[in-house]
């Protein structure tokens, strides 16, 4: 039998951790460090003689002429990967996902070898925040700086094989988390670019193209616009000052804005919001209007985790409505912005929440229905 293609035997060892993800993930997260490893051995390869002679082996005693990889990996997972494997055999759709999942595998070959390293040394240097986008060009000159920051991603773009634009979103460990924490930021990237698949077709939303389960890199459509609020500490004024806006929104664009929060909210999904008054994961283009990037499952926060500030979360855990009701505070922030200081602030700070309340009361009843059941305040 012919060894399976690369892309083919990783995305069975996707599937596998996949699967695993909330049954077992204790032995998900063991598993990340050598998933490569594991899921470009090909068990067909492994001939009976020897499968019997590992399994008979007590445990750590390996034998020294077996493949590379079973001496890496703890048996009792290894066999559990092969099982799972086997139980599959003659499925149909199963073969049909680990197709698809193989074809999106082909086009990480630019990511793993280039992006991941990067990562890699980035999380060695210890690097400082605050000058990282200055020495970014001396210490990797091939890869262009990013075009956003998180608080646990760096995004880039580059061009798909099609010549395209995209979005690529790697994860970053940052000082404020753990180093060593790099898989499981990895892990939490992938079960976001899990939860994307929810909100395909949404107008207005980023979409998922596909994600690397291994390194925790996704690809997104690229969305047009910048952040009213980058991230702090990564971007300089000269950069801040290209970002700066000078138009305000249209009365359509607003509302298609609040659609695609609507739509994602109807899927489970919330965009992240933060916990100040902070915008970085809605993008605005005076042309094309907004665009939804970062969003995840919306997780209710108990009354502890309430009252818990540095709770990391958080931003996951407002619901759609209170999402809605802070567009009114973006789009008072964006007219800051676009507004000579002669245009007397607090009547164009009055008039958006007279428009923003106009545009609820026509568009949204429900949602401002429920605005008034929780006594927010139009003021
Ligand atoms: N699909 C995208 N297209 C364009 N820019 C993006 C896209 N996704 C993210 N960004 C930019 O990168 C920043 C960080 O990405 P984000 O997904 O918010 O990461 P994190 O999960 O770490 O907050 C965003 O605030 C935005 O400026
Ligand atoms: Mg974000």
């Known amino acids: 039998m012919r060894r399976k293609p690369d892309e083919m035997l990783l995305a069975q060892g996707q599937q596998f951790v996949l699967d695993n993800l909330t049954t077992n993930q204790e032995m998900v997260r063991e ?4 998933l490569r490893e594991l899921c470009l051995f090909d068990p067909d390869k492994v001939d009976e003689a020897q499968r019997k002679r590992e399994s ?63 990562i890699e040394a980035t999380k060695l240097m210890g690097y400082n925040e605050k000058n990282l986008m200055e020495y970014w060009s001396k210490l990797f000159p091939a890869v262009p700086a990013p075009i ?16 395209g634009q995209v979005a690529v979103k790697v994860p970053r ?30 107008p207005g939303v980023a979409q998922l193209i596909c994600a690397d389960l291994q390194t925790g890199v996704q690809i997104q459509t690229l969305a047009k616009g910048y952040s009213l609020t980058p991230y702090p500490g990564f971007f ?36 992240g919001i933060g916990k100040k008054i902070n915008y970085p994961n809605f993008l605005f283009d005076e042309k094309t ?34 999402v809605l009701f802070y567009v009114r505070d973006y789009l008072k922030k964006l007219s800051s912005q676009v507004i000579d200081k002669k245009s007397r602030p607090q009547r164009v700070r ?9 545009i609820l009361q026509e568009h949204f009843p429900e949602q401002y229905a429920e605005m008034f059941a929780r006594q927010y305040e139009f003021k």
């Open 148 to 163: 956003g920051v998180g608080a646990t991603s760096l995004v880039f773009t580059a061009t798909d094989k099609q010549g």
């Open 173 to 202: 460990v940052s000082l404020d988390v753990a180093p060593n924490a790099l898989p499981s930021i990895a892990l939490l990237n992938y079960f976001q670019a899990e939860m994307m698949k929810r909100a395909r077709g949404i």
């Open 31 to 34: 598993l990340l460090p050598i």
């Open 236 to 271: 300089d004024e000269a950069d801040k000052a290209r970002h700066r806006f000078t138009a305000f929104p249209t009365e359509e664009q607003i509302i298609s804005f609040m659609r695609a929060i609507c739509a994602l909210g109807e899927r489970g999904l919330v965009p």
């Open 56 to 118: 008979e082996q007590a445990p750590g005693e390996l034998d020294p002429k077996g493949p590379l990889m079973l001496q890496s990996i703890r048996d009792d997972y290894f066999g559990t990967y092969v099982e799972w494997l086997r139980s599959h055999q003659g499925d149909e759709g199963f073969k049909e996902v680990l197709a698809e999942m193989a074809e999106n595998n082909k086009k990480f070959d630019f990511f793993r070898l280039q992006l991941l390293p990067l």
């Open 289 to 322: 209007g907004f665009t939804i990037v970062d969003y995840a499952e919306y997780t209710p926060l108990s009354d502890e985790q309430k009252k818990d500030k540095e709770f990391f979360f958080q931003s996951t855990g407002r619901d759609t409505t209170e």
């Open 350 to 358: 009055l008039r958006i929440t007279k428009q923003y309340e106009k």
